[in-house]
């Protein structure tokens, strides 16, 4: 039986952004950044091009958010993606739904696949919280 949390995210879940709530790793402080974000099945996964950034060092050191799509709020934790068949099935669903940066996506690919650039992208499941 699906949960509560993700049958309102299901209702919500066709926009194209969401609003991420994180925590700084060192301060603990709550921070927001609005991001893209994929539901398949019964999963939610978050996505970004760039490792670096503050949100995604923030949810690997302190993994506990929460999040708001439209009027719903959502809490849950990250878990980062390693596995490689885990990560093209992520990289699949970012096509999907964000197919207007498939030509951006797949030079960058085929760059890293090269050595010319390195792939500093990342990407987390959440698992939410039970209402």
Known sequence: ????S??????????????LTHYGRKT???Y????????????LYL?????ARNWVRNVKARPAISFRVGDEVFNG????????????????LVE???WFVIPILRLGRFLASMGIMRDDSA???VILADD
Not at 32 to 40: C, K, P, S
Not at 47 to 51: E, G, L, W
């Open 1 to 4: 039986m699906e949960s509560k």
């Open 6 to 19: 993700f049958e309102r995210l299901r209702r919500v879940g066709d926009r194209q952004t969401l609003r």
């Open 28 to 30: 603990g402080r709550p």
């Open 32 to 43: 927001e950044v609005t991001i893209w974000y994929l539901v398949d099945d019964d999963r």
């Open 47 to 51: 996505v970004s091009a760039n490792a």
């Open 77 to 92: 934790n990250v878990r980062a993606i390693t596995d490689t068949q885990e990560r093209e099935k992520v990289n699949g």
């Open 96 to 98: 999907r739904k964000y």
């Open 123 to 125: 990407a987390f499941e």
